[in-house]
């Protein structure tokens, strides 16, 4: 049973526009979530991160909300750019346990 | 600084046949993770490490896998005999501070594990 889902396995957008990226989870003991990044034949890469006490938060263009009722979290990012074109994972976990990750969505960003 | 480094990057063996992948972690960072993604798939925990002891090794699908971390540093993963549902990526990562400590794991790129 899988406890963090990203039920958009792709999205499009076009350069300069929003992209929103959504994640649900099923637990909610989870206190702490982060959103990973990965480019084609590397690792995934930390982005940004949200403890569960709070229900935004922001660094430049990226930013990651919280809607704990909802057990969902999306990821915006604006303005979207090519170079943001990855498959980005949504993780999460409850504190002295380990990372849940979902199975990720592909973006692509269309200049 | 180095990051995270893995070793192979790809390895390609028949089904009974023994691998082992090797990570070496960010210098100092005590907490070493593995990591398997299959399919596509989710990113699945395998174990972690702190220092050269395993912390938690729920992940582990069966006996057939065995990870080291002898004296704290690198650590070895071996899948032995290997079977075809064992193919996929294997990521390593590691951290400064464990789970529950607002840690974000750094990851390695990656083994591509492919079982024929």
């Known amino acids: 049973d899988q406890q963090v889902k990203q039920n958009s396995p792709s999205l499009s957008v076009q350069e300069g526009r929003i992209s929103i990226l959504n994640c649900d989870y099923t637990?909610?003991?989870?206190?702490?979530f982060l959103w990973y990044k990965k480019y084609p034949a590397e690792g995934p890469t930390f982005l940004i991160s949200?403890?569960?006490?709070?229900d935004k938060n922001e660094d430049g263009r990226f930013t990651v909300f919280l809607n704990k009722s909802a057990k969902h979290l999306s990821l915006h990012i604006v303005p979207s750019q090519p170079g943001d074109s990855a498959v980005y994972f949504c993780?999460?976990?409850?504190?002295?346990?380990?990372?849940?990750f979902g199975p990720g969505t592909r973006l692509s960003v269309l200049p | 600084e180095a990051g995270v480094t893995q070793f192979p990057s790809h390895s390609v063996i028949e089904k009974g046949q023994t691998v082992t992948l090797r990570c070496d972690p960010i210098?100092?960072?005590?907490?070493l993770y593995w990591y398997r993604r299959v399919m596509g798939k989710e990113i699945k925990f395998l174990l972690h490490?702190?220092?050269?002891?395993?912390?938690?090794e729920s992940g582990m699908p069966n006996n057939r896998f065995l990870a080291e971390r002898t004296g704290g540093t690198y650590s070895t993963l071996k899948v032995q005999p290997a079977e075809l549902e064992d193919s996929g990526v294997y990521f390593c990562?590691?951290?400064?501070?464990?789970?529950?400590?607002?840690?974000?794991?750094?990851f390695g790129p990656g083994t591509r594990l492919t079982v024929t």
């Open positions: 949200i403890s569960s006490i709070k």
């Open positions: 490490f702190v220092k050269e002891s395993k912390q938690d």
């Open positions: 210098s100092g960072h005590d907490n």
């Open positions: 993780a999460a976990y409850n504190y002295g346990q380990n990372f849940v």
């Open positions: 637990n909610s003991m989870f206190d702490y």
């Open positions: 990562a590691s951290s400064q501070r464990g789970p529950g400590q607002g840690n974000e794991q750094y």
